[in-house]
Structure formats: C-alpha cells, structure tokens
C-alpha cells in the first residue's frame, strides 16, 4: 500500500501525489511531500527543469486526462467554496434574528472545508487571487477558515485539533452579528465610540456561541481572544504571550492575512508578497513569532515558478523565496537573476 514510484514527469498527471518533497537548483523547495498534484505544478515542475519524481502508487489509473480534469477540479472547488459561504450566510441570519444555532451546523459547514485540507494551491489561489470583494463578512469567515486549517496542518496538529480550528475560524466574527449594521458597513473611519462597539464582538461571539451544546472550550477561547496581541495590546484582556491560546494566536495570523490581503485587493495592489513584507515588518511583537513564520514560510513557497509583472512593466519569473524577507524574493528577468532585497526601486506589481 503507498508504495514509492519514481516517474518521468512526462508520465506525471494531475491527482498523483507527491512521496517527497520536491527541490530546485538552488535547494528551494517547489513542491512539498503528500501534495496532489495539479496541471499547474506539473507545469512548475517541468519548468524548473526537473525530469523525475517520486509519487505514491495509488490513484495512478485513474488520473484521466490532465486539462478537463483539472479544469472541473478548480470548478468544483470554487462551487464548494461558495457553497460554504451561502450555508454560513443563513446562520448569521438566523443569530441575527434571535434563533438559537446548533453546532451541528457549524460542523457541517467545517466537514465541508475540512475535506478540502489537501487542495493547498486552490486554498491559496482562491484566498489571494480569485477573492470576492463582496460579501466580505461571509468569505471572511470562510477564508480564515480555511488558512487555519493549513496552519494547523503546517504545525502538524492532530487532525481532531485542525477541525476544530476550522470550526474556530468560521465561528471567530460570529459576534459580529450583534453589531449595528451601520457600523459595519460604515465606509469612513469608526469614531471613538463606534470602535469600542466594534472591539466587542469578540465578547459577543463568546456568549452567542456558549449555548451551543457539545461545543469545545478551545473555540471558545479561541473567539473570544483572536484580537489579543503578544505584546498585550490586544483585547478584550489585554493577555499576553503564553497566556493566549494557541487556537487564538493561529486565527490571529489567518485574520491578518485575509484582512491584509483584502485591503490590499480594494487598492487593486492585490499582490501576496506585498502582504508577506507587511505581515513580517509590521506584525512583529504583534503575532506569534513561530505561528507566523509557520505561515510565511511555508505558503510563500506556492510562488516559486509564478510569472509576476513589475513596476517597470517587464516579466519575470520567482525562483527562490528569502526567509529573512518574504515579500522580496530572487526573481528572472529574461536570463538576469535580480535579488529584490538587494536591487532597489524593482517591485512585484502583479502576479500573472
Ligand atoms: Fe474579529
């Protein structure tokens, strides 16, 4: 069973799945171990110049052809994506007029993303490419849903732990419910007041979700913490390090990100590496060290092989991420390597 196989990537085809993790040249990682592949990093692969890998035996006879299959793959992921957004719309709806939620459905909902756990790129693709820009409050809650679940699965928590982060993450804004819609909708700046009424959802969520029976104290916790910073300058305690939950410190770095990828999708500079940088200057002190750089370093490495458009309006190509700077990856220009930690006034404008 699993057995070993090491292919020619010619013979490689969509939904094989990857028995080691997959280097380039330069010691970059393309492709981590236990990936499904798709017609895209198949693509990756043969452009890095690899000719052989090694893919687990099973699922092979059945990989069809690579375009169509992959194609309705991405479909299908997209339609279940939306899917989990329209279920999660009608329990707001419901706590918004005063119904009881069960957490039944709140575990329907998770099922349904937690069997998307192994579709990493699409996940990526979906949050940071293919974003909705409205209806943010549903996606939201889906998209941190989702990057908690990868967190989760990147810190190698136990499969029981990952589902009920992505429980977590759906139900962290919950409390949002509660707030005025006036103030969550508002398009300037809040006032002093209105951002006081706005810092309590994470309270109002606790309490909306204590009721539901047989839920577990360590979403709860993680509700009603996920806006509590390392350094204590979080609410609604004010906690810090060690004493917030691991549950919360993972939503806190999901939130940010979709948050930060989101802001950045409105001011149409919609680019992951922008968010990277920001994520990695910005956040220090702020989120947990080893949480974050989890994240970073590990899904900065699903844009090894990306074609980007620069400032200057040239093509390029990234071939090696620096983990000391995210967001500033070795790109190719035609046949010149440009580091971009080093060469100023060269910037990642769009990724293709
Ligand atoms: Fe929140």
Redesign the pocket.
Known sequence: MNRKVQIDIDACKPRMVTAETIYSDYGAIIVWENTVLDALTINRLKIFGVDKIWVYDYGMTDSGSEGPQSRSEAEMFIESYENDAEQFKEILHDLSVGKTVSIEKTVQIADSIYAKKDQRRQIIECITQIRKVDEYTYYHSINVSMLAMLIGKWLRLRPEDTHLLVQAGLL??I??SRIPTEIINKPGALTEEEAAEMKK??EY?YYLIQYMDGIDRRIQEAVLY??EREDGSGYPMGLKGDQIPLFAKILAVA?TFDAMTAERAYKSKNTPFHVFQLMQNDCFGYLDTIVLNTFLSNISHYYIGNKVRLNDGRIAEVIYINPQQYGKPVIKIGDEYVDLTITKGIKIQELL
């Open positions: 962290h804004d409390g949002k959802h994470s969520g996920h806006h939130d």
